[in-house]
T-cell receptor, first 114, second 119 residues
Framework: AQSVSQHNHHVILSEAASLELGCNYS??????LFWYVQYPGQHLQLLLK??????LVKGIKGFEAEFIKSKFSFNLRKPSVQWSDTAEYFC????????????FGKGTRLSVIA | GAVVSQHPSWVICKSGTSVKIECRSL??????MFWYRQFPKQSLMLMAT?????????EQGVEKDKFLINHASLTLSTLTVTSAHPEDSSFYIC???????????????FGPGTRLTVL
């Protein structure tokens, strides 16, 4: 069955701390991987995506993620978080071919405190 | 970048009435759009895949007669919640993805969502 597992439900960090959010997926075949962010009261925004090539992808706002195929993982990282990074983060996967829907993880709430 | 809009952004209705939600891709054509539902503090759950010019494909457990989907053009899909009840109150989100002829798809772009409250 297709699924995405995000290990942390709620992460609380101080400003300037480093962030790593775990994401593992189960999906047959070649995949595209995404991280979306949802700020309070706002809609989903794309942080970054992996389609092919370099498994280390850089996104907006200093975020990056590494695709490790052998581990079926796509963890999100940021070296130094800011208060404005407080949001809900969703990992998602879809098949690489065809217009297939995204399968989302349950999300990780990040709270950054000053 | 690609923009997807939804209308209305917020609707309150009485139990038993029907509500129509529109999803538009503003600067690209989308033969396929997706409808998701998000409960408070939970993830997005796919409801159905909307295909232009054909019937929608519903996920298991989603009542097709209750959630009517019409994809009338390459830029518009509508979701109608018929005979809405309080348990239908939720955040409904659509997404669309430009696709080229080879079948390789681009990123899915999400609408801002529609918050439905059924009294």
């Amino acid at each position: 069955a297709q699924s995405v597992s995000q290990h942390n439900h709620h992460v609380i960090l101080s400003e300037a701390a480093s962030l790593e959010l775990g994401c593992n997926y189960s999906y047959g075949g070649t995949v595209n991987l995404f991280w979306y962010v949802q700020y309070p009261g706002q809609h989903l925004q794309l942080l970054l995506k992996y389609f092919s090539g370099d498994p280390l992808v850089k996104g907006i706002k200093g975020f990056e993620a590494e695709f490790i195929k052998s581990k079926f993982s796509f963890n999100l990282r940021k070296p130094s978080v800011q208060w404005s990074d407080t949001a809900e983060y969703f990992c998602a996967v879809k098949g690489a071919w065809g217009n297939t829907p995204l399968v989302f993880g349950k999300g990780t709430r990040l709270s950054v405190i000053a | 970048g690609a923009v997807v809009s939804q209308h209305p952004s917020w609707v309150i209705c009485k139990s038993g009435t029907s509500v129509k939600i529109e999803c538009r891709s503003l600067d690209f054509q989308a033969t396929t759009m997706f409808w998701y539902r998000q409960f408070p503090k939970q993830s997005l759950m796919l409801m159905a895949t909307s295909n232009e010019g054909s019937k929608a494909t519903y996920e298991q457990g989603v009542e097709k007669d209750k959630f009517l989907i019409n994809h009338a053009s390459l830029t518009l899909s509508t979701l109608t919640v018929t005979s809405a009840h309080p348990e239908d109150s939720s955040f409904y989100i659509c997404s669309a993805s430009p696709s080229d002829r080879t079948g390789v798809t681009d990123t899915q772009y999400f609408g801002p969502g529609t918050r439905l409250t059924v009294l």
